[in-house]
């Protein structure tokens, strides 16, 4: 479980660095289902707190906005 924990957070962690709505959001949800640890959670919330939303588009309209 920890090797798939440490293999899989490798994975998500390109998606935070997206412009894409989605990839990001995926990237997000996966961290704080599997890496709210002790282990991982001083990198979780340098993760969340450096996440620049003025970079990621979405691919819905924002006209009704």
Do not use: H
């Not at 599997?34 to 969340?48: F, R």
């Amino acid at each position: 479980k920890g090797k798939d924990l440490e293999a899989y957070w490798n994975f998500i962690l390109p998606y935070t660095k997206s412009e894409k709505e989605f990839d990001v959001r995926f990237a997000i949800i996966s961290i704080l289902d599997y890496y709210l640890t002790e282990t991982y959670i001083d990198e979780v919330i340098s993760i969340l707190d450096n996440i620049n939303n003025a970079r990621i588009t979405s691919v819905f309209s924002s006209k009704i906005f």
